[in-house]
């Protein structure tokens, strides 16, 4: 490995052990580059990469909130602003008890590529809090979302940072955060908060991941001369995300197989398909119990508690709840179960030891999440752009927009691999397309 290239990734493995996440997504990022280090010498004189592993801006504040029962609490609250090249921060608010530091820059560092890759003008950064809003009533996630914005709202706006819901923020909490934002400035600055909901935000941001997830997939598709018809799929989750691949993919004639939680995954051969199924994703994620086997029970479908969808045998996995859900034990299942297509949709599904073990099988295809998943801060941008402007577009507009922009990462992931050699390298072509425009920006900005 080029020597500075090596020196940055264990500077960073020496400094942030503690942070294991974090140091995990440096080395996937930056173990695709070398070609692009090697190229441009004069990144190691202005120590771009040291600087670009930092986040410009990092931190905490003291969130304090009332229990229905009049008890107080303090959690801790982040925010990340993790690189501003081109354009204002963008990056998604995650509310969960296991938040900490090393989950925020880990999630702000692929947020960085991520937002690149979309070509619009945007930065990367992320937030949240270790609270738990699972068994909390609707008047606790206001109270916590006001406090929460109370300490915030001083270091974001619509031409700085732009936060977004993730694990645990949805339209609901989006909602009162933007409501005491306006109440604290004073001013209707809708473009300050992205997933608002139709009032005020954009037409299909909820699913806008899952559906910008199967239009890259079916760019993968049809470079092997298949359509997605007929496909079967396996995900992980029932959030927003996997609720847009199971609409998606039953429109277009593809079914959805598996479903997962903290309690294990369900697994139906007729697939997530009808409305009554898709929209019953929905109640579940409502009712806030977190747990799949409802679909079981609802469906009369099997339920495996405990255990993970991998060892399912389908045609695509898709992986679509959270970081590191599958390790070298599911990857090799999936291997030997012949999956053809691996498209990661969660931030940073795999393991590092898992990703390079199936991107080694023969005939895999393997894609990488901060290509798949961009349609949903893609669809965010867009959201942005509409709030500027004080319209809304229609559903079927923002929608062709989402298409085009997946198309366009797909394309110049395979572009960027084939430029330095690598060949149909969809993971080292992400990385390196969305490395090089904030590489870019940084070396035109000058040196700080």
């Known amino acids: 490995m080029n020597a500075y290239l090596a020196s940055v990734i264990e500077d960073v493995k020496s400094k942030h052990a503690n942070e294991p996440e974090f140091v995990q997504t440096v080395e996937e990022v930056f173990s695709s580059l070398e070609p692009v280090i090697e190229k441009h010498p004069e990144y190691e004189k202005v120590d771009l990469l040291g600087r670009m592993v930092e986040p410009e ?26 690189n501003g090249a081109i354009g204002p921060y963008k990056g998604g608010l995650r ?40 068994g909390k009533s609707d008047a606790e996630i206001m109270r916590f979302c006001q406090s929460f914005m109370q300490a915030l709202y001083r270091y974001i706006g619509p031409d700085v940072d732009v936060p977004a819901g993730d694990m645990g923020v949805g339209a609901r909490e989006i909602g009162y955060l933007y409501g005491e934002y306006r109440r604290l400035k004073g001013a209707f600055e809708n473009g300050v908060l992205t997933g608002k909901g139709f009032s005020c935000g954009s037409l299909i941001r909820p699913e806008a991941t ?38 998606k993919a039953a429109e277009l004639g593809a079914k959805v197989v598996t479903l997962s939680g903290p309690d294990g995954y369900i697994y139906d051969p007729d697939g997530v398909v009808t409305d009554e199924k898709i929209n019953y994703i929905v109640e579940m994620r409502a009712s806030g119990r977190n747990k799949v086997k409802d679909y079981a029970d609802k469906f009369g479908v099997e339920f495996h508690p405990g255990e993970k969808p ?57 894609a990488p999440s901060k290509a798949v998943n ?68 940084m070396m035109a900005q000058g040196v700080f």
Request: glycine letters at 12%; one cysteine or more.
């Open 95 to 134: 509310f969960q008890p296991n938040v900490y530091p090393g989950i925020i820059k880990f999630l702000g560092f692929e947020q960085i590529f991520k937002n690149s890759l979309t070509g619009l003008p945007i930065g990367g950064g992320k937030g949240g809090a270790d609270f738990d809003p699972t």
């Open 310 to 366: 991998w060892g399912v045998k389908v045609d695509i996995c898709m992986p679509s709840a959270m970081q590191n859900d599958v390790h070298m034990e599911q990857a090799q299942q999936i291997a030997a179960n012949g999956v053809k297509y691996y498209i990661e949709v969660a931030n940073m599904p795999t393991t590092n030891d898992a990703l390079k073990f199936l991107m080694e099988q023969p005939g895999m295809i393997v």
């Open 210 to 247: 899952g559906f910008g997830a199967v239009y890259y997939l079916q760019n993968v598709l049809e470079h092997e001369g298949e359509k997605i018809e007929g496909k079967t799929i396996a995900c992980a989750g029932f959030g927003n995300v996997t609720w847009g691949i199971c609409r």
């Open 374 to 441: 961009a349609g949903g801060v893609a669809t965010s941008a867009l959201e942005m752009a509409q709030n500027s402007e004080r319209l809304v577009w229609t559903e079927e507009e923002v929608d062709k927009q989402l298409h085009q922009i997946m198309n366009t990462i797909y394309q110049m992931s395979v572009d960027a691999a084939e430029q330095y050699g690598l060949g149909y390298n969809l993971v080292a072509g992400a990385n390196i397309a969305g490395f090089q425009r904030v590489a870019d920006a």
């Open 57 to 82: 801006r990092m931190f905490t504040f003291r969130v304090v909130w009332m229990a229905d029962d009049g008890t107080w609490h303090t959690n801790i609250g982040y925010r990340c602003q993790f």
